[in-house]
């Protein structure tokens, strides 16, 4: 058995994100195809053994498809799956068209994976500036779950902001910019430095928040960067 899975992207964030366009290339899914802010997937995966929780199916559905891939998609409905048919292809064109040929027999499921919403008003969420220079990729929302599980926190947080980018610099100049910076703002520090010097980690701990820098080398003279606030319950 398997799925049709609908996204609302385009041909800019498949590609972007490498999503494989033949079934002999998939690991586990593979898009039909894409263009007008839409991408059509075979997912090799029947909707009827998706959880029927809600939380649990959104989990189960981001093990199948990256989580950057899903923070691609824009519906606040979530991410509409039906089951598929590899003999008979659904006509619609337009993500909306899809939805309407789809929906009848699909579900919308919750998008566990990361939503981009409002990038500059998520970015606001995040009390520390952007490394000087940086490049930035994008910020996005964690939900809980996801949050717990890729930031190993014990408790469920009641909110989760993430920004990422990239700069010439090393590990060891983020964290010279931001322990100050944090320190500023009341966080009590940690940082861990590996033992390479490929990569630095920064956790900060106050009444209410917890903030995390992580800083990776990526090339020979960049940096991929991590910044992300954690609001507990």
Not at 37 to 48: I, T
Request: aromatic share 6%.
């Amino acid at each position: 058995m398997s799925s049709y899975v609908v996204l609302k992207l385009g041909t800019a964030t498949l590609k972007k994100h490498a999503v494989p366009t033949h079934p002999d290339a998939a690991d586990g899914y593979f898009a039909l195809r894409s263009g007008r802010g839409v991408a059509l997937l075979f997912l090799e995966a029947s909707l009827d053994d998706l959880s029927s929780d809600d939380e649990e199916a959104a989990e189960e559905l981001a093990l199948h498809l990256t989580a950057d891939l899903l923070a691609g998609h824009r519906d606040p409905r979530g991410v509409l799956v039906s089951s598929g048919n590899p003999k008979s292809e659904p006509r619609g064109k337009t993500y909306d068209q899809l939805v309407a040929e789809l929906s009848p027999n699909g579900r919308w499921i919750p998008n566990e994976g990361a939503a981009l919403i409002d990038v500059a008003g998520e970015d606001r969420e995040i009390p520390v500036p952007p490394l000087p220079k940086a490049k930035p990729i994008e910020v996005y929302v964690l939900s809980p779950a996801r949050a717990m599980r890729d930031l190993a926190l014990q408790e469920a947080p009641l909110r989760v902001v993430c920004r990422t980018s990239r700069a010439k610099a090393r590990p060891v100049d983020a964290s010279t910019f931001y322990v100050p910076k944090m320190k500023a703002l009341g966080f009590t520090t940690k940082r861990r430095v590996w033992s390479d010097g490929s990569a630095e980690e920064l956790r900060g701990e106050k009444a209410g928040a917890s903030l995390q820098v992580l800083a990776e080398q990526d090339g020979a003279d960049a940096i991929f960067l991590r910044v992300t606030i954690i609001l507990h319950r």
